[in-house]
């Protein structure tokens, strides 16, 4: 079978402009006619041209230029204005042509127009070529040419790129474009470090926006005391010329949180690019991963869901890029250790970093190390006083002395008990101190520092109606790191303006922490807590019931999320004879990318949730295998959520063990289906086999079609085409059969590449030409990039070489205008390949380095093994056998590690040389 390949730019040829034009984005849009500038014309001939350039040599439709410029707005004659514009552009850049002669630059190419302009008159193109050299140079120990590269790259900029030009292509562009400076101002920052230039290093800064996100908690309206370390903590955020990292210890219930927080708000004038905040829960049995606190500051950040790295070491990098040339302050709260926090820390100056720990971290390098103890006495009572009142605590000063050393001068308990007595003006601070005194001997369950915090937690709950008390335990029940109004509205069985209110009470009452509007927490010793009392207090069957409202109510939104992401695919955990799932009463999502938002947003909590389920016999294996089965359109567009597979693997163990074949036979397709987006088709064949074997017998069609293509794919990979094709036949006539149009296309794309290298060439072109007739129905644009680029290999491989280019690149814009790197460098890789066997060397090693570019940066072992191949036979093609031998060598390696044959394939060029 033909190598499965990927997108890019587009084929070469000659260009018909004036040879002294040049054309800049890095900046305002400008043509050069050698030394003079010429007026590219009104805003939206700009937008017009900056669609051509950026996709120069590429034939661009009428109506993406309409969409490009106008979007949704498009006026009733944008077509006729378009062609004006073209007309415009057309004298610009040849202004010397006849009247009737054909254009020789902007070309009419079918219902649309290819701009035909070199690559290196491009200052973009430039600019990659050079950052690509130089991360080249730096990965071989030459930072002294990495630098020269990047000093020249980075000298092609002149403002904000694109500045002014308008409509949703361009405002996307700038954001791509914006990054890119971003990591090459970073890259530039490793050479000079390598090149022991700590001074340049330090100075290297680019124009940082001025609107960074603000995602601190809510400050502590009555915080007090903790005077000496605040001064010092804003001392050193204020001074530094270097990151800050600024570690505040202590025990549970201290008062870390509030004066990281109470800083932090203190400094924002400091840090005008912007405030992120996570809780790294670090007591947790389950802490949060670094990749996943990444994975959300990058996107809060603007980075696209999509081009999220998948490897720690390559997300971190970009993270630090990002923070690289803005002033941002990061408050990570909770942490475990030093190895947990290390890939968060951002490596610029200008930046800080407030940490706060449990235990001291002594490995940050010139930190601002704070340990904090309990309050001083004046502290404590000046605490309790704001919260009480003057009088009432002037009026007992024996009770009140009482009450702070049963507190232990904690704030967490000083406060719930304040909170108790502020909300009960009868109660006296001698009856509390009773109340203290005699629990204080009797519960020693409670595993915390001071028996007095349970004490304290006890007392507070006293406060509490039996409402209150009921969601103060069921809120603290689900193993997830925080719960929406919504989800909480679900747990406790209450309408959501309801459910908010008794979270804001327990937030009043200093029982539950609110990390955002309408999101709430637990502090770690309070969740323990109302975990415990839980359980000894509140009967199994509610707090079954609870958790399976949660779950149903999560698995509602994700599969609104999963029906907005995948249209006209049927949800593959739908069987006949299946109640209808419940309807969502969460968010409405409009569109893919705000579906896909949402599933990356939650899923620590919904992965989380499965797990949980999985070890609760109580709970539904149903249930939780649909909601697994919800995250699959982050594997499809190339968005493979973090830790999927142990979750697929637990789930699927509780089913075999439980004998439930439904459930086992989901996640084992999820498991296969994760293992084999990262090309390892012979360690996930066993497990979609099994999967197919359950699906049979249990007569689940709709799932059954979704094992079926994805086992044929990976067959197809294996080179195993009659197994592929029995596969994807089967496949075939069971979506065919369930009318799920959305998946249908996928099976008649991978089976026209399987009827192509079985020898059936023209049935196989005719299978691939009804996907993308298929998926342009259904407007499914993933699923249209998926039919093209299969389409474009059957093209290639049967001579239909101008089919499959122009298959391939509009392939290249749909993934890309998803955001999904990991297909675009799958693309890349294909128009390289398309390069290769159309005879073109030098424009495939281009794209197969960008393939490349992007799959070092992700950690996508496959896409980069099939890079390195193109990149191997252009170098061969071109005569120079060393480079070749280089990147062959490192192709085959990977390959082999995948256990994918075309490592075969790769040792024979490799002995041919």
Known sequence: MPPTAPPGHSSGGESGRTAACRFTVLGPLRVRDGSAEVSVGSPQAQAVFTVLLLRARTPVSARELVAAVWGDEAPPNALGSLRTHVFTLRRLLEPGRAPRAAARTLLTTGDGYTLRVAPEDVDLTVF?????????????????????????????????PLVGVPGPYAEAQRARLEE????????????????????????????????????????????????????RLCAALESSRIVSLSAVSGMGGIGKTALAVHVAHRMRHRFPDGQLYADLRGTDPRPAEPMEVLGRFLRVLGVRAGHLPTLPG?????????????????????????????????????????LTSRSRLVGLTGATLVDLRPLARAEALELLTRIVGGPRVSAEPEAVAEVLDACGHLPLALRIVASRLAARPGHTF????????????????????????????????????????????????????????????????????????????????????????GRYRYHDLLRLFARQTAVAEVPDHERTAALARLLEFTLATALDAHRASLPDDIFPGNIPGNAAPPRSAGPVFTGPQEATAWLL????????????????????????????????????????????????????????????????????????????????????????????????????????????????????????????????????????????????????????????????????????????????????LAGRANALHNLAQVCLWTGRTSEAFDSLHESLRLWRDTGSRYREGLLLGAIAEAHNVSGRPAEAAEHAAWARDIAEARGDAGILARALAQLGHAHRAQGDADEAREHYRRAERVFRELGLPDADDIARHLREL
């Open 430 to 517: 001698a009856e509390t101190a009773a109340l203290l005194a005699d629990e204080r001997g009797r519960l020693g369950a409670f595993r915390a520092e001071d028996a007095a915090v349970e004490t304290t937690f006890r007392l507070g709950m006293e406060l509490l109606d039996a409402e209150h008390v009921r969601a103060f335990r069921l809120l603290a029940l689900p193993e997830v790191p925080e719960l929406g109004v919504p989800a909480a509205a679900a747990l406790l069985a209450r309408p959501e303006r309801e459910a908010e209110e008794l979270c804001e009470s327990l937030v009043d009452l200093s029982l539950l922490e609110s990390v955002a509007p």
């Open 128 to 160: 990659e070529l050079r950052t690509a050299e130089a991360r080249r140079a730096l990965a071989a120990g030459r930072p002294e040419r990495a630098r020269s590269l990047l000093v020249s790259a980075l000298d092609l900029w002149r403002g904000s």
């Open 601 to 780: 947003d939650e899923q620590t909590s919904l992965l989380g949730l499965v797990e949980q389920a999985a070890g609760d016999a109580s709970l539904s294996l149903t249930v939780s295998s649909d909601l697994l089965l919800a995250a699959d359109p982050l594997g499809r567009l190339g968005a493979q959520p973090y830790g999927i597979e142990r979750a697929a693997r637990t789930l699927a163990g509780a089913a075999r063990a439980a004998g439930h074949r439904t459930a086992e036979a989901r996640a084992l397709y999820m498991l296969g289906s994760s293992v084999q987006h990262r090309f390892a088709m012979r360690l996930g064949a066993p497990d979609l086999d099994r999967a197919i074997e359950l699906c049979r017998a249990a007569g689940d069609r709709t799932l059954l079609a979704h094992v079926l293509i994805t086992r044929g794919g990976g067959a197809l990979a294996l080179r195993d085409f009659t197994a592929a094709h029995a596969l994807l036949t089967e496949a075939l006539t069971h979506c065919r059969a369930l009318a799920s149009r959305g998946i249908e296309a996928y099976a008649l794309g991978f089976l026209g590449l399987a009827l192509l290298a079985t020898g059936r060439a023209d049935e196989g072109l005719a299978h691939c030409r009804e996907a993308v007739a298929v998926t342009r129905a259904t407007g499914d």
């Open 180 to 231: 890119l400076r971003l990591a090459a101002v970073e890259a530039r920052r490793e050479a000079e470090i390598a090149l022991g230039r700590h001074d340049d290093a330090t100075g290297l800064r680019a124009p940082a926006p001025s609107d960074g996100p603000a995602r601190l908690p809510q400050d502590t309206a009555d915080f007090t005391g903790r005077n000496d370390e605040t001064d």
């Open 314 to 354: 390559e997300r971190a990098a970009l993270y630090r890029s990002v923070l690289a040339t803005r002033q941002v302050l990061v408050l990570l709260d909770n942490a475990r250790d030093l190895a947990q926090v290390r890939d968060l820390l951002p490596g610029a100056p200008g930046s800080a970093v407030l």
